[in-house]
């Protein structure tokens, strides 16, 4: 056994910096696990800081053993831990090909547990108070630091910038991965759809055409809890530097408020249309009776001119000298005569002109 090293340099730096993986391994595990908790990729990973802390534990745990029997129970453990890290390693690397990710993630990914597999072997051949004791320390700290660096690759939804954003934004958003499941839908799209976590979107496209109505402007209404409320859609799709789709953002914006103002406007706008047609109608009325009056006056003047010519033309007949000025008085009977047909004439245009009009 070798109990006596360890409050040595070397067990007092081994046990600090297991210290160091369980303390900040609590930390990062419970930190995503509050978000990450339904990914199953989160629990894989979760496995691959987790075994690797034990590891690390049971090894200077063989440096503290009292006993014959506890150190064999700390050397079962340690042989336990260090396979279960490289099997669970391993694992993450098949769930990141299985699912796609970029040839990066992959490869990144690929050196640690290859790094893994042989350290945990070099570890499980030799005894404590060696420089392979820090192997799992170091392995934690490597696996850590590929998680922490891509993150946001891995786990879009620790990104503290979209979380905001849905958080502080009026309209409803949804967010799908490349896979089409939804990731993230904001606070307030519970109002208008009963989404769950990981739905696809085929199965959102058919809850949408079922509870909505789509007009021609794109503008969809949906019914919430405060009444019927209007939306304009817009999809945008994020891509990688290599044009590869990301994620897919889809935003309602809420145009309850425009629409009902254009419902408004277009009301006016036809009480306004309906009011010109009425004027246009008063105008032709009183064009009409502004050209009967006309014709009134007309016929007024021609019955006082023609009836003057008349009376005149009586008072030729009854003088006494009447037989000497037949001629003129038959002259005269025709300039009467054509003087009624040329105001007849004009009282006809004027009153085909009216009829025009009307």
């Known amino acids: ?29 419970s930190y995503a696990g509050i978000k990450l908790y339904k990914r199953p990729l989160y629990w894989l990973a979760a496995g691959s800081l987790f075994f690797p802390i034990v590891f690390a534990t049971a090894r ?13 129970t700390c050397l079962k453990l340690q042989t336990f831990a260090g396979i279960a890290s490289v099997i669970a390693s391993f694992t993450v690397l098949i769930a990141l090909i299985t699912q796609k990710y970029s040839a990066i993630l ?35 700290v490597l696996f850590s630091g ?39 839908a904001s606070p307030n799209s519970s109002e208008v759809l009963r989404v769950r976590e990981n739905m696809m979107r085929e199965e959102f496209d ?34 990688k530097k290599g044009n590869t789709p990301l994620a897919t953002v889809l935003m309602f914006s809420d145009v309850t408020e425009i629409t009902a103002l254009k419902a408004q406007l277009n009301k006016k706008n036809e009480e306004l249309e309906a009011l010109n047609t009425q004027l246009d109608r008063y105008i032709k009325i009183s064009e009409r009776l502004e050209a009967e009056e006309q014709k009134e006056m007309a016929v007024l003047e021609l019955k006082r001119a023609i009836g003057h010519r008349i009376e ?6 009854e003088a006494a000298d009447a037989p000497q000025n037949l001629t003129g008085l038959i002259e005269a ?20 002109g009216g009829r025009k009009d009307d």
């Open 1 to 29: 056994m070798f109990a006596e090293k360890a409050y040595s340099t070397h067990g007092l730096f081994l046990m600090a910096t297991t210290i160091f993986c369980v303390l900040s391994g609590a930390v990062l595990l």
């Open 60 to 72: 200077y745990l063989l440096l503290t053993a009292p006993t014959q029997t506890i150190f064999d």
């Open 106 to 140: 992959v490869f990144g990914m690929a050196v640690p547990v290859f790094l893994s597999a042989v350290g945990s072997v070099a570890v499980l051949q030799t005894d404590p108070v060696a420089i392979t004791d820090f192997f799992p320390v170091a392995s934690f």
């Open 146 to 184: 590929y998680y922490c660096w891509f993150s946001q690759k891995l786990f879009p939804e620790l990104s503290t910038a979209p979380e905001a954003l849905l958080n502080e934004s009026n309209d409803i958003v949804f967010v799908f991965d490349e896979r089409g499941r939804l990731m993230r």
């Open 206 to 239: 058919a809850m949408l055409n079922d509870s909505a109505i789509l007009y021609e402007d794109n503008t969809l209404s949906l019914t919430t809890v405060s009444g019927i409320k209007y939306y304009q859609s817009s999809e945008t799709t994020v891509k």
């Open 312 to 317: 005149e033309l009586t008072q030729g007949i």
């Open 333 to 352: 009977c025709r300039d009467i005569m054509a003087g009624v047909r040329q105001a007849v004439f004009r009282l006809a245009n004027k009153e085909d």
